[in-house]
């Protein structure tokens, strides 16, 4: 049924979400998640009108991401890959190390030098930093924490341990840069979310956290999509096994192959047809 070109469903729907929790289907958030993607009203109608007869109680999310991601790409495979753009950053798993390697690249363009996996002395103890960031100004301890499922959260247990490891680190000074400072600012970037006390600790404690949709502007999802930063897990054109391949190779962002395609060969073959993915990478 549609409501000013809105398509709706007759009696409400309980969906299972990633984290195991149940809702009403909203109608509304998933033609936003489609219009943000760049979905056209056609296209979205075109999802609605698939998704809608497939409802059923109990339907879990995952279920219907694939059925809009179905429909988007018989439509537009720029836009599917930008709706299916979490799902990429979650495939960068199970390991965190090529997480870590993606926020150093993020940064990097942002114009930052870093540094992964490092251990460094605080003042009582050593610790292990994922991302060292700096610049002439700043210099930034990161934690990145990585999650394998969409419902992790992010909780106050985890923000409070990372807040005494940043306490320790700030009492210690550093040669990052050539020049020995002391550390200008801590961050926590996470692939998905904070619970709703793990933010309002950090807000109290002045911490700088970042998850996919958090804060409202500058979240993790901002800072890939404004500067173009896809992973290379967002595309189809490469088997998982090639994308394993290159993600070990600390091959993470699309830009890298771009810049240089002869990585595909490289690393994945004399053999390899590297066409497919330039000219999907080119569509990006």
Known sequence: MYNNGVIQT???ITILKANGEREIFDEEKLQSSL???GASEEAVEQVMSHILPELRNDMTTNDIYRHAFFVLQKISKPVARSYSLRRAVMDLGPSGFPFEDFIA??????????QTRQTVLGECVPHEVDVVAYNEK???MIEAKFHNGLGTKSDLKVVLYIK???DDLGGN???YGGT?????GCWLITNTKFSSTAIHYGICKNLTMIGWNYPEKGSLQDMIENEALHPITCLVSLSAADKKILLEKRIVLCSD???NPKLLNEFLGKNFNSEPVINEINEL
């Open 105 to 114: 690249k993020v940064l990097e363009v942002k114009g930052y030098k870093c």
């Open 35 to 37: 219009f943000h993607a």
């Open 138 to 140: 700043e210099l930034i």
């Open 10 to 12: 007759t009696k409400p």
């Open 164 to 166: 005494a490891r940043f």
């Open 257 to 259: 192959i771009k810049k």
């Open 180 to 184: 020995d400072r002391r550390i200008t």
């Open 173 to 175: 000074v550093f040669d």
